[in-house]
């Protein structure tokens, strides 16, 4: 059966209606949260989309993982390390990280970096993810 969130953020910020917000920490992030906007709690049992928010200022981890991930940028600006090559994204710009490619999101400017990832489905929201 489909669920739907409802959107209840104001003033460019993204909150939805019976998702839990967590602090996005570990694997040298900084400033971050995240939601588990559709995932396994959900029903849906081949993906999970994620929106994660980093203040200015603030980073992802540094990672690599066996998934790849799809990403959505909604706000904000940031120089995103895929591999070893720097790109610079803004709102409505489209990533791709390939399963195993290290990659870092650094939020720039004066606005949060705000963006949605879709990856495989993980068994539980994180409570701290890495990712």
């Given amino acids: 059966m489909g669920v739907v969130h409802k959107h209840r953020g104001q003033n460019g910020a993204n909150d939805w209606a019976g998702v839990e917000m967590v602090p996005y920490t570990g694997g040298g992030a900084v400033g971050g949260s995240v939601r588990v906007v559709i995932g396994p709690e959900d029903g849906a049992n081949n993906f999970s989309v994620r929106y994660f928010e980093i203040e200015p200022g603030g980073q992802s981890s540094f990672d690599r993982h066996d998934h790849d991930h799809g990403i959505y940028i909604l706000r904000g600006r940031a120089k995103v390390l895929i591999g070893w090559d720097v790109h610079d994204v803004s ?19 004066k606005d949060p970096l705000g963006f949605l990832c879709v990856v495989p489905p993980k068994d539980s929201p994180p409570e701290s993810t890495k990712d």
């Fill in 91 to 109: 709102p409505g710009d489209v990533v791709y990280i390939a399963p195993n490619e290290q990659h870092q999101f650094e939020s720039v400017g």
